[in-house]
């Protein structure tokens, strides 16, 4: 099974900030990763897939990148709507999600 | 609009059996697949296995193959997922989506399951 681990678990930020989670493939996945943003109550969104393409809907500030085993998610600038847990998931084997990132206020 | 509505909450004892069901609309149901995932209290998501709504097959993830049966019915666009033996690990929400080569875009808004004695 592909393994997904996501760092930090927890991110304290400010509005504003420019926010970096990374998430890491225990194996190569390509380009087979998506992230998606969980609010509390709430069903996941998907945000990016295929590692950096945006979904439909979803600002600008969010950003993916990288290949193979190393990806990151970037919020160019974080904003008050912002703060939730994201995971990512690849897609290259079945599915497997990290484990989690909480941006929470600073 | 896109829209998955899933069925209500359940409780169960624990040996029991749930089914969740789970109808889409504003889209064509047999052209993606469904997606079911569960999320136990505080913790992370899970994914738990897929349905191809066209042609019926499935995948379903080893930690709970043997206990999970998931079906479709293509003339009411409904997904349903059955788990049975349930114990208290099994308390979860569970969730179902829409899938489209691999990736997960619009989520059901999720059916707590709380296994209890």
């Known amino acids: 099974d592909i393994q997904m681990t996501q760092s930090p678990s927890t991110l304290s930020a400010s509005v504003g900030d420019r926010v970096t989670i990374t998430c890491r493939a225990s194996?190569?996945?390509?380009?087979?990763l998506a992230w998606f943003q969980q609010k509390p109550g709430k069903a996941p969104k998907l945000l990016i897939y295929?590692?950096?393409t945006l979904q439909s809907g979803v600002s600008s500030r969010f950003s993916g990148s990288g290949s193979g085993t190393e990806f990151t998610l970037t919020i160019s600038s974080l904003q008050p709507d912002d703060f939730a847990t994201y995971y990512c998931?690849?897609?290259?084997?079945?599915?497997?999600f990290g484990q989690g990132t909480k941006v929470e206020i600073k | 609009q896109v829209q998955l509505v899933q069925s209500g909450g359940e409780v169960r004892k624990p040996g029991d059996s749930v089914k969740v069901s789970c109808k889409s609309s504003?889209?064509?149901?047999?052209?993606?697949?469904i997606f079911w995932a569960r999320q136990a209290p505080g913790q992370g998501l899970e994914w738990m296995g897929w349905?191809?709504?066209?042609?019926?097959?499935?995948d379903y993830a080893q930690k709970i193959q043997g206990r999970v049966t998931m079906a479709t019915d293509t003339s009411t666009s409904t997904a349903h997922m059955e788990l049975r033996s349930l114990t208290s690990d099994d308390t979860a929400v569970y969730y179902c989506?829409?899938?489209?080569?691999?990736?997960?875009?619009?989520w059901g808004q999720g059916t707590l399951v709380t296994v209890s004695s």
């Open positions: 194996q190569s996945i390509r380009s087979w």
């Open positions: 989506a829409r899938v489209f080569r691999g990736v997960v875009d619009y």
């Open positions: 349905i191809n709504a066209y042609q019926g097959n499935t």
């Open positions: 504003g889209y064509t149901f047999t052209s993606f697949g």
């Open positions: 295929k590692a950096s």
């Open positions: 998931q690849q897609y290259n084997t079945y599915w497997t």
